[in-house]
């Protein structure tokens, strides 16, 4: 990921009236600063994929909603546009979906880690996601094959799995879905 616009700090607006945009590249618009990403790895796009297939079959068997995946953009606030590789919105919820994006926060975003993202995941989008209050945040590390659930809380995420290659990990936000991290990276 490379931060394109440092010296200023720009709006949705302007960000969605910018001309610098290159095909075959995904940017951001992260507290402010225009952020462009390269396309993921296949390794990425498998675990994007296996994370997709066990969430949405979950969701639509019980009919809570809808999982999307990456590139959807979704508006937090005046200065943040991020692109989160998975995210669920409840069916109560539906109304933030508006044309092409999503206006307001998810109820539960995946990120999966790669060497060029990973200071932002955890860093300013954690923090974002936190401030907007998104109620579960997943962060996928396809190199140390672990899945970290943080859920928020009294106004911070708190960790509630932490697994590295066996195990499971569950949603809160989704009661009853449980996942083995040995899924997510076959």
């Known amino acids: 990921m490379a931060v394109l616009t440092e010296e200023k ?44 297939r066990h969430f949405d079959a979950f969701v639509q068997s019980q009919k809570l909603g809808l999982i999307l995946f990456a590139p959807v953009d979704v508006f937090l606030d005046e200065h943040n546009a991020l692109v989160p590789d998975l995210l669920f919105i409840a069916e109560a919820r539906k109304s ?27 860093g300013d989008k954690l923090k974002v996601y936190r401030k907007h209050e998104v109620r579960e945040y997943w962060l996928i590390d396809p190199k140390l094959k672990s899945v970290e659930v943080y859920v928020y ?34």
């Not at 302007?14 to 790895?41: A, D, Q, R």
């Not at 933030?96 to 955890?122: H, M, Q, W």
């Open 96 to 122: 933030f979906l508006i044309d092409n994006s999503v206006e307001g926060a998810p109820d539960l975003v995946v990120e999966i880690l790669s060497p060029s993202t990973a200071k932002y995941d955890r």
């Open 153 to 186: 809380r009294n106004g911070d995420y708190d960790l509630d799995f932490l697994e590295t290659e066996k195990g499971t990990v569950q949603s809160s936000v989704l009661p009853g879905f449980v996942l083995s991290v040995e899924a997510i990276f076959n």
């Open 9 to 52: 700090k720009f709006t949705v607006q302007e960000y969605l009236e910018w001309e610098g945009f290159e095909p075959s590249f995904i940017y951001e618009l992260i507290n402010g600063e225009i952020v462009k990403k390269t396309s993921p790895h296949p390794q990425h796009q498998i675990i994007c994929a296996n994370m997709f």
